[in-house]
């Protein structure tokens, strides 16, 4: 090899050793007790350190950008602590017990974009302890005991987009506290003692999107320039505080708000004009108050709002109007307030309202609901409206029972005020069909078909049918309305082989005929269809499957497994379905687990498998068995020798070789027997070997024959 590819060898070499040998930029400088084998991150998270811990050179690589101290038991900041890490873009420091940090703590921390100093004990910051965190974007003080914030404290934090203050004792924001943070998205501030908030203490925040006053001690809301500036405001948490009062024009400036949350306060009164402005709006929760009516027009500014809650106030009256201007209302809660009755055109105009709750009121079913039992079996029909719970609780006789299961002439007016339901539907109303119309001449016209009575109806000229009027032929009861069909002829709701995504629900049904006031091809014929659903869960999705012609059976597939579902049984008759949802028919199941459903297969494939193993192991054996055996036969013949001739090792009587050979082997031989003394003689051609005994060679004792007597010959 020349010299100048040595050279290069042993220079590559060399390089090549440096890049294993030589230690990693973080481990030379690596704080005691902590990890540095990643890259740019220095982690000392739950070490048991009491102080940061010091470096060992001199500075710091350029590449640690991260330095980890959370879970530590970190008393205070020194002005000394983070001076050699002046590249690092994120800081923690949470979960410690720091209570004091130095002014000059963050001084060298030109870079940082993120400090994270929640859930310590700190109880104040002084002044310009932040003010050279240029960059910061991230500032967590959450979890503290800080009482009191001032603007100096936030000053040069232009950068700062995310703000938490959560969990402190803050009780008052001063005026214009926030002006630095100019750029500021989000500010939580829950969990305080707030009980006042200057009417300037949000300004500057013109592009806050994300505001939380959750939590606190405020008793109203009343300035209207306290929320004036959030132009940009996008959701405004207001809830578990102690507001009694909200005035008008509060939110008039907050155009793109699409939350407003008001819950569980005191609020017993909103004025007129307390909502105008919120023309974005979404979503209006102001469950758990103490409302007590929804008067007219103070609903009106939310144009877009689809979902309102009102539950748990003590609302006793709704004004008949209070709705009627939201038309992309979809779900409307009013459970748990002191309803009695509700005008039956007050949902005249929310079309898209699907998911309307009623529970828990004090419900008087009287003739006061007629109007509204007939919009809800409207939008049923129509397949709009999800059930609703409308459950009596006067009077006595109806105690309990669901709106949807009273029959009209049972909704009878109060003690002796038969003028409210002048304007009532008569008591031959239909729950399953059409609904009874007014003709000009104020007689009653039938819709497309009508629901029998709990008595019987008086006969009119009419051509009036019902559902247990007789067949003209045979006898059998006729089939006019399916909400009674569903009642009274449909039996015997079972579930079997269910598995782990499918079940198979049967039923069985009273003998009947179906009658048709008009010809009709296939409306002779019942059709059934079986509604399943999640039993108990909060996320209602409820499905349906049709039996094909008229099946008494159908398999539910597509279920999740180890859930419990309720499915129901419904006749469809004549193209037309109950609006009442289908109670009365039910049977719950619960899905086998995940596990289970390859339970069988998985038993027989393990049955299979168990036997081919034994009938391998078994061939096996018998292989091995018959080897052994073999063997051993063999051991026993070759005992059986009494001697072993020497003919069997020598012979002469070979044949021919060439004169090559046979002086090759015999040199060969000469040369083995070349320590041995000659022989004495040969053997003529064609003379038989001498016969020794076997235990002649296998003699062991010291006595050395003769050499005389053990010729060896060659061939």
């Not at 925040?205 to 929320?227: D, I, P, S, Y």
């Amino acid at each position: 090899m020349d010299t100048g590819n040595f050279v290069g060898v042993i220079c590559f070499l060399l390089f090549f050793c440096d890049g294993f040998l030589s230690p990693s930029p973080a481990s030379g400088f690596c704080p005691e007790r902590c990890d540095c084998q990643q890259a740019q991150h220095i982690l000392c998270t739950n070490q048991g350190l009491r102080a940061v811990p010091k470096v060992h050179s001199s500075r710091v690589p350029e590449d640690v950008l991260v330095f980890s101290l959370g879970g530590n038991f970190i008393g205070n900041i020194s002005a000394f602590d983070f001076t050699r890490y002046g590249h690092i873009i994120r800081l923690n420091l949470q979960y410690n017990q720091i209570q004091t940090i130095h002014p000059k703590a963050f001084e060298k921390l030109s870079k940082l974009e993120e400090l994270y100093l929640g859930n310590n004990l700190i109880s104040t910051i002084p002044p310009g302890t932040l003010q050279s965190l240029a960059k910061l974007t991230t500032l967590y003080g959450n979890n503290n005991d800080i009482k009191k914030i001032t603007p100096e404290l936030f000053g040069n934090l232009e950068s700062v987009v995310k703000l938490r203050l959560d969990g402190n004792a803050i009780e008052l924001l001063q005026d214009s506290v926030f002006k630095s943070l100019t750029n500021l998205h989000y500010l939580h501030l829950e969990s305080n003692q707030l009980s006042h908030i200057h009417r300037n203490a949000f300004s500057k925040l013109t592009k806050l999107r994300f505001l939380n006053l959750a939590q606190n001690k405020l008793t109203a809301v009343r300035n209207v320039f306290t929320f004036s500036q959030l132009r940009s405001l996008n959701t405004l948490l207001l809830s578990e505080n102690e507001i009694q009062h909200v005035g008008n024009h509060v939110f008039q400036n907050l155009k793109k708000l699409y939350k407003l949350s008001l819950s569980n306060n005191n609020i017993y009164h909103l004025e007129s004009e307390s909502l105008k402005g919120l023309s974005s709006l979404t979503e209006f929760l102001i469950d758990g108050n103490e409302l007590e009516n929804l008067p007219a027009g103070l609903l009106d500014p939310l144009e877009r709002v689809e979902e309102l809650d009102f539950s748990c106030n003590q609302i006793s009256t709704v004004d008949p109007s209070a709705f009627e201007q939201l038309k992309h209302l979809s779900v409307l809660k009013l459970k748990d307030n002191r309803l009695t009755s509700l005008s039956g055109n007050i949902f005249a105009l929310n079309s898209g309202l699907y998911d309307l709750d009623l529970h828990g009121n004090n419900w008087t079913c009287d003739c006061r609901l007629g109007e509204l039992k007939q919009w809800m079996k409207s939008a049923h029909s129509q397949g709009k409206l999800l059930t609703v719970f409308l459950q009596c609780h006067h009077p006595a006789t109806l105690r309990g029972k669901y709106l949807d299961y009273i029959n009209s002439s049972q909704l009878q007016p109060p003690g002796n005020w038969s003028h409210l339901c002048e304007t009532q539907t008569g008591p031959g109303e239909s729950r399953g069909g059409g609904v009874l119309e007014k003709e000009k001449d104020g007689e009653e016209k039938e819709g497309e078909e009508e629901l029998l009575t709990s008595s019987p109806p008086t006969p009119r000229k009419e051509d009036r049918f019902d559902l247990f009027r007789g067949g003209q032929e045979d006898g059998i009861p006729t089939v006019t309305d399916p909400c009674v069909f569903n009642r009274y002829f449909i039996t015997n709701v079972t579930v079997d082989q269910v598995a782990s995504s499918t079940a198979t629900i049967h039923w069985t049904t009273r003998h009947h005929s179906r009658f048709t006031p008009g010809a009709g091809p296939g409306l002779e014929e019942v059709h059934y269809r079986v509604l399943f659903d999640r039993f108990g869960s909060s996320d209602r999705f409820p499905r349906y499957v049709y039996a094909r012609g008229g099946a008494r059976s159908v398999m539910l597939g597509e279920l999740s497994p180890d859930v419990t579902y309720m499915a129901c049984v419904e006749g469809v008759v004549g193209g037309s379905v109950c609006q009442v949802a289908p109670r009365d028919h039910c049977v719950g199941l619960v899905t086998l687990p995940e596990e289970a459903h390859h339970q069988e297969t998985l038993t027989s494939d393990l049955q299979l498998v168990t036997v081919a193993t034994l009938a391998g192991n078994a061939v096996l054996l018998l292989v091995i068995g018959g080897a052994w055996l073999g063997r051993s036969l063999r051991r026993k013949l070759k005992r059986r020798k009494s001697a072993v001739h020497v003919r069997h090792m020598y012979s002469t009587r070979r044949p021919f070789r060439s004169s090559m050979t046979t002086a090759a082997v015999s040199t060969d031989f000469t040369s083995f027997q070349s320590s041995r003394p000659p022989r004495l003689g040969t053997l003529e051609e064609g003379c038989d070997l001498i016969e020794f005994p076997c235990d002649r060679f296998l003699d062991n004792s010291p006595t050395r024959r003769d050499n005389s007597d053990m010729q060896r010959f060659s061939d």
